[in-house]
């Protein structure tokens, strides 16, 4: 039984391939691209998908799209009926692209496919998921368990923002939602916008700028903007938002309420106020989060619980709702957002469509592991191909063993020295997990800024997150469990903090950036958190033997992970972008599979002036 999955037209388009329940290869258009959340057909996606299976599109029992325009449509119609005569403006504009682009996408999707293979049976093969299954099915049919509620948070989806799945072997059955436009998404997503940054790309830094601030604000919100109930369920008032109709997410009420209009791109970044205003929303979300998962808890009595959409993507609250115990064990789809719709359309498909059972679960050394292989999906390189690729570059490297490339590499990191690491198969999702990566030494106090400020090309407030060895991890953070993904934070532990003078403590904001608040300052953020991924050697050999390396000359199990890409671009796909982004900003050193560069062994002549070379996020 094969089946594709497809999600496009909005943004973070992808493609992902199951293969009798396995799932074999997945995707995001935007790494073969080059272009930051992607959201054409993802022509580039697919052909890899059925390479990687070494299957053609005929060959597919069915094609799955991740959600259903006419739905949306309707959703978007109802919308502006209901807000009439507001928002004229916005209906004028969207509905000539409706009528041309996305209303008939059924027929874009029947002439794209078609030129992949023009015998393609469209008519049989081509389904449709609703958008929030397409999300909880890709994170229960992958989890490691047999019995689970699935909680779905985003934006929206068709008219769901928010649902409730139960699963039950392949059974995965919705129990309850909430509709547009009462979303915890789209309130983060106003803040956001408030705050300065892009919408649908900048919450994360939300996420990041929150720990510099106080929740001054988060009475505020809830008093004025969200009606939270005792169940978990929730309101928005839209009198604060413009979102329905309009162009911007908030409007001049929203404005008064909090003292002023939005902080534009171009102004003074991140006074005091925008860090409160980033504490404030991100205490809220928590406090949803948490006051729905304990009401679910008691309902279902399930212990097992899986999260997708947008807002699982928020590991903060992730790592609460997994310390409140509320729930005995948490599992996180890794690509939360719409490119892992793709995968659950598919999954979906096979299981419910096809009434297909799931694929039995390994047992790992901590139970039932889940069937993601790591987040590995994406393309690899041979070694002789890696070889050809750079040797047509023009880069100058040595072919190492792995024994010395690890031992290298190691030595490199230790000698704080940065270094860019492509290894295997790329990541699935938006986090970087030792595949495509940027890595340091956490004993630095100076490498969060040097990585941020020479090597992202980005603001120097947003943290980085440790690679820990799995068997280490409870050693050095108030976390005794997996966290493969990089979806869970806790805190480091308290004897391996530093405690801050009174001098220290008084200070505010971006001030608390430079104060050293452990013995691996590179990845404590300012409240001693770290977004936290564990290194396991049946997922990634490669990467747990290097970090297994540098604790053996450091004594520390933890490396420096952020993703290898510049600020605004795609994480590198192929050694083409990783040679680029080696030689467009301060990497110290390069590693692609069994090749080891030095930057002060390179042509100077291929130095890339890579700094404004995409689009800022």
């Known amino acids: 039984m094969k089946v ?53 599109l005929g060959a597919m029992d069915a094609v799955v799209f991740y959600d259903k325009p006419f739905l949306k449509f309707e959703r978007l119609l109802e919308t502006y009926l209901a807000f009439a005569p507001r928002g004229y403006k ?24 078609m030129a992949f293979d023009e015998n393609f049976d469209w008519q049989n ?29 985003d934006g929206v989806g068709e008219w769901a923002t928010t649902s409730v799945a139960i699963g039950k072997g392949k059974d995965l059955t919705v129990a309850k939602e909430i509709h547009f436009p009462h979303s915890l998404g789209l309130l983060y997503s106003a803040l956001t916008y408030y705050i300065g940054f892009k919408v649908n790309s900048g919450e994360y ?44 997410m908030t409007n001049a009420r929203f404005d008064d309420l909090f003292g002023g209009p939005p902080r534009q791109p171009e102004d003074e970044l991140l ?18 989060m948490l006051t729905l998962t304990r009401a679910l808890a008691a ?31 948490v599992w996180v789809q890794p690509a939360s957002g719409d490119a892992g719709g793709a995968l659950g359309a598919a999954m979906y498909a096979h299981h419910t469509y096809f009434d297909q059972d799931r694929a039995p679960r390994t047992a790992g050394p901590n139970g039932p592991t889940d069937t993601m292989r790591g987040g590995y999906l994406g393309p690899e390189y041979e070694q002789s191909d890696i070889e050809a690729r750079l040797t047509e570059l023009g880069a100058k490297f040595e072919v190492l063993s792995p024994d010395k490339l690890t031992d290298s590499a190691a030595t490199a990191l230790a000698d704080e020295q940065a270094v860019g690491w492509m290894q295997g198969r790329m990541e699935f999702g938006p986090r970087a997990l030792g595949a495509r990566s940027i890595l340091g030494d956490p004993r630095s106090p100076a490498m969060q800024k ?103 000359i450091t004594g520390y199990p933890i490396v420096v992970n952020t993703s290898f890409n510049v600020r605004g671009e795609p994480i590198v796909c192929t050694p083409e972008d990783a040679f680029r ?23 100077p002549s291929l130095k890339l002036d890579y700094k404004d070379a995409f689009e800022l996020d």
């Open 4 to 56: 594709l999955g497809v999600s496009a037209f909005y943004h973070d388009s992808a493609a992902a391939l199951v293969v009798d329940g396995q799932v074999v290869a997945a995707a995001q258009e935007e790494r073969f691209t080059r272009k930051k959340q992607d959201s054409d057909f993802p022509a580039n996606a697919i052909e890899y998908c059925l390479n990687a299976g070494d299957v053609e």
């Open 90 to 113: 916005s209906f004028a504009m969207a509905m000539p692209i409706w009528l041309k682009e996305k209303l008939f996408q059924k027929d874009v999707l029947r002439k794209a496919f």
């Open 125 to 153: 093969k081509l389904l449709f998921s609703e958008h929030h299954m397409s999300h909880a099915a890709s994170a229960f049919y992958p989890s490691p368990y047999e019995e689970a509620v699935v909680l779905t948070m």
């Open 205 to 248: 830094k939300v996420m990041g700028l929150a720990p510099y601030g106080e929740p001054k604000y988060a009475d505020l919100i809830l008093d004025h903007l969200v009606d939270l109930k005792d169940d978990g369920s929730f309101r928005l008032n839209q009198d604060y938002f413009d979102y329905c109709t309009g162009l911007t």
């Open 271 to 288: 006074v005091q106020k925008h860090m409160d205003i980033a504490a404030s929303v991100q205490s809220v979300t928590e406090t949803v």
């Open 299 to 329: 309902e279902f009595d399930i212990p097992n619980l899986c999260l997708a959409g947008g807002v699982a993507l928020n590991c903060v609250g992730n790592g609460k709702v997994l310390r409140d115990g509320a729930f005995k064990n």
């Open 450 to 552: 040097t990585l941020n400020l020479k090597v992202k090309y980005r603001e120097s407030f947003r943290p980085f997150a440790p690679s820990v060895l799995r068997e280490d991890v409870s050693d050095w953070f108030d976390h005794d469990g997996d966290s493969p993904y990089m979806l869970m934070v806790a805190d480091v532990r308290k004897e391996r903090q530093l405690e801050m003078t009174e001098t220290e403590a008084a200070l505010f904001g971006i001030d608390k950036l430079n104060i050293p608040r452990s013995d691996i300052p590179a990845v404590t953020h300012v409240d001693y958190s770290a977004r936290i991924q564990t290194v396991h050697p049946d997922t990634n050999p490669r990467y747990h033997a290097l970090i297994k390396r540098f604790k053996d």
């Open 581 to 603: 982004c080696f030689m467009g900003t301060e990497l110290d050193v390069l590693v692609i599979g069994d090749c080891y560069l030095k930057k002060s062994d390179q042509d």
